[in-house]
């Protein structure tokens, strides 16, 4: 190996921090300049990874939770030899179409392991990562699967309070190898982080289940004898490194002024002259830069072990292991859907939606019980997703594939970002409609990132009743619809039901909500096509006898009140037919031939929901008629909410007569 003075090798990445935000005249490059010693550290003498197979499934995983310091993975990803990441993708910093934007991107850049920036999430996310290793190591074993989750987190990532889920998460199941390395600078954006924050940490995460611990940050020797430490823990670890945000720069150094904006040519030139760096703007000494690349092809060796190891496996295993890792769906899965289906068909189910879910689960669970990974947040019994052969994972059970992950709605679903990412599970998490409040966050990065995420919202609109106001979600359906990639199924009975969970199942670029109820509904589906119709968002469930005056679309609980009301017209000779809508974003997005053909041309057009209107224009027009919510639900037995508030089939009848004159 290349001798070179560790010095200079975190100067390097403090080097093209500084000149990259510099240039973009955009960034941060404080935590760059003051966590360089533990990057360097940890990259060159503990990080199990190869810089030619980025994905290699045993490598450890790196998350930089302090998203805002994103030029110190790129700065590594350069350094250690990532073959995406060139020099002049670091000139390109923050610019369009670079591989270098503000904060990390997993989709955009190869080497990142999960999108950061939003402060807490990366953190959470790492959980999940770190729990799936304990999870497929079980099942593998720890020849095939044994690699660590490191972090790098900040003071802001630790004040969020999804953190605090997280690390208790993390701590109570004993994950011992997630290793936290908390770059404790005591600077935010505001100034000192005292002015708004008196939280000893180090205790804050041993009252949590963790080992945790305070170190010099800019001393090399410390940092590294206290990863020593952490990796033969028997709980997940925190090392708490003080260090200097801005390291080095003459007048900035230790201020906020380091935090969020370029140094200026001045206290650049100074930082550098003052560290030992060439004035010379992106330059890397050349033994530098080979040593680092040294340390980027150090893993090479441990990777080819590795891979001789996962050759001696049986055929079988290792086909189930790579096919797991590319989440690719069993074919037993498919099969179990359409006999679930057909049983259906021949003893309809007239029971609520969740407890279709619950039925279709068994089917699922058989067919992938060890992928199938499934959890709630402190809601079991009400959200129905436990398969009866599903045992709870814990600390001793790693096993088992149920997940109680508590009242952590938030952390909950950014643990299964980082399940989904580390690969090897089919992740689904449960709770009521209205509490994705509480996990917005973390599914606005599935949406981002792709995820392949399921999420089982239950007690999906005012038909849960008594509970009142606070419980009834009348907005969420249009504020989720409203998030870019995802897809919101809201099924109207058990058959709808499995077809939504098949494709939720299948769909591994990005998120799916199943929006269930509490209520009982009848079984509408008396026919199961080969296709299946939900994949389109909506189709016709009942034609009109003759030419159509009148389009009736609802989702959910709201279809039955669609055929109530179909059957009331036709009373009074009015033809109609009734489109069942089980995902509006998804009929919107059918090339355009297909959209208008399920919408229809009927010359009045009504949409039912129990929900507010937000989305439905685009089918029914802004002179559409719309039967649904306008304001917030109340406290009684649903039936008697769904005729206070006029979603019922006579008012549906009266919204079309008024438009037919």
């Known amino acids: 190996m290349t001798q070179v003075d560790h010095t200079r090798m975190a100067n ?14 955009s960034g941060h490059p404080g935590l760059p300049m003051g966590a360089a010693d533990v990057a360097t550290v940890l990259f060159t003498q503990f990080l199990k990874f190869d810089a030619s197979a980025p994905a290699w499934p045993d490598r450890d995983r790196f998350v930089l939770s302090a998203g805002h310091g994103s030029m110190l993975l790129y700065a590594l990803l350069y350094l250690t030899g990532n073959k995406d990441m060139t020099l002049d993708q670091i000139k390109n910093f923050r610019q369009l179409g670079s591989l270098t934007p503000g904060h990390p991107e997993n989709f955009h850049t190869k080497g990142i392991e999960t999108t950061t920036g939003p402060l807490g999430q990366g953190i959470a996310t790492a959980v999940g990562m770190a729990l799936a290793e304990k999870m497929l190591a079980a099942e593998f074993g720890k020849k095939v699967v044994s690699h660590h989750t490191y972090v790098l987190a900040s003071d802001g990532d630790l004040m969020e309070g999804v953190s605090q889920e997280a690390i208790a998460m993390a701590g109570h199941w004993k994950l011992n190898k ?15 982080t005292s002015i708004a924050d008196s939280v000893d940490q180090v205790k804050r995460f041993k009252s949590a289940g963790w080992a945790a611990e305070l170190i010099d940050g800019q001393d090399q020797k410390a940092i590294a004898a206290a990863i020593t430490r952490a990796q033969k823990s028997s709980k997940p670890s ?23 904006e370029a140094l200026g040519a001045e206290e650049l030139k100074g930082a550098k002259e003052k560290l030992g760096i060439s004035l010379e703007a992106f330059s890397v000494p050349d033994d530098v830069l080979k040593a680092w690349r040294e340390a980027g092809s ?12 996962f050759a001696e496996l049986g055929p079988r295993k290792r086909a189930e292991f790579e096919r797991r890792l590319r989440h690719e769906r069993p074919a037993a899965l498919s099969k179990a859907l359409r006999a679930h289906k057909k049983a259906l068909l021949e003893t309809p189910q007239n029971i609520a939606t969740r407890k279709s879910s619950e039925s279709a689960i068994e089917a699922i669970a058989a067919a992938m019980p060890m992928e199938f990974l499934a959890g709630s947040a402190d809601l079991t019994g009400s959200n129905n997703n436990k398969a009866k052969s599903a045992v709870a994972f814990s600390a001793k059970t790693p096993k088992g594939r149920f997940i109680h992950y508590g009242i952590r709605e938030h952390g909950m679903a950014a643990a299964m970002n980082g399940i989904f990412l580390h690969g090897g599970f089919a992740p689904n998490g449960a709770t009521f409609l209205i509490f994705t409040d509480y996990a917005r966050p973390a599914m606005r990065l599935a949406a981002l990132m792709g995820t392949g995420v399921v999420y089982v919202m239950t007690h999906d609109s005012i038909g849960l009743g008594e509970d009142g106001p606070t419980h009834q979600p009348v907005e969420h359906l249009a504020a989720l619809r409203a998030i870019p990639n ?54 016709e469930l009942v034609a009109a006898q003759g030419d159509a005056k ?32 089980p995902s509006l974003e998804l009929l919107l997005a059918q090339p355009a031939d297909r ?17 507010v209107r937000w989305g439905w224009d685009a089918v029914i027009g802004q002179d559409g008629e719309f039967v649904g919510m ?29 438009r037919l004159g």
């Open 12 to 25: 390097a990445i403090r080097g093209l921090a500084m000149d990259a935000v510099e240039k973009a005249k």
């Open 178 to 192: 997630m290793i936290v390395l908390y770059d404790d600078n005591g600077i935010s954006i505001d100034g000192p």
């Open 550 to 581: 009148v389009s009736l679309f609802a989702s959910g609980s709201e279809v039955e009140i669609a055929v109530a009301a179909q059957k009331q017209l036709a009373e009074r000779g009015i033809a109609s037919r009734v489109v069942s809508v």
């Open 486 to 539: 995802m897809r919101v199924f809201r099924p109207c009975d058990a058959v709808e039901v499995t077809e939504c969970w098949e494709l939720a199942l299948n769909r591994i670029d990005g998120p799916t909500v199943l929006a269930l109820t509490r209520q009982n509904l009848p079984q509408l589906r008396t026919s199961a096509p080969n296709d299946n119709p939900c994949a389109h968002g909506a189709y």
């Open 595 to 611: 959209r208008k053909a399920i919408i229809g041309d009927a010359p009045v057009k009504v949409a039912i929901e129990a929900a």
């Open 238 to 260: 925190l090392i708490a490194c003080k260090t200097t945000i801005g390291y080095g720069a003459p007048t900035r150094a230790g201020t906020a002024k380091a935090h969020g």
């Open 630 to 658: 306008h304001g917030f639900g109340a406290s009684a037995p649903a039936k008697d909410l769904f005729k206070h508030f006029g979603i019922t089939a006579e008012a549906t009848v009266n919204a079309a007569l008024k």
């Open 298 to 309: 150090r893993g090479a060796a441990a990777r080819q072990e590795w891979e001789s190891v």
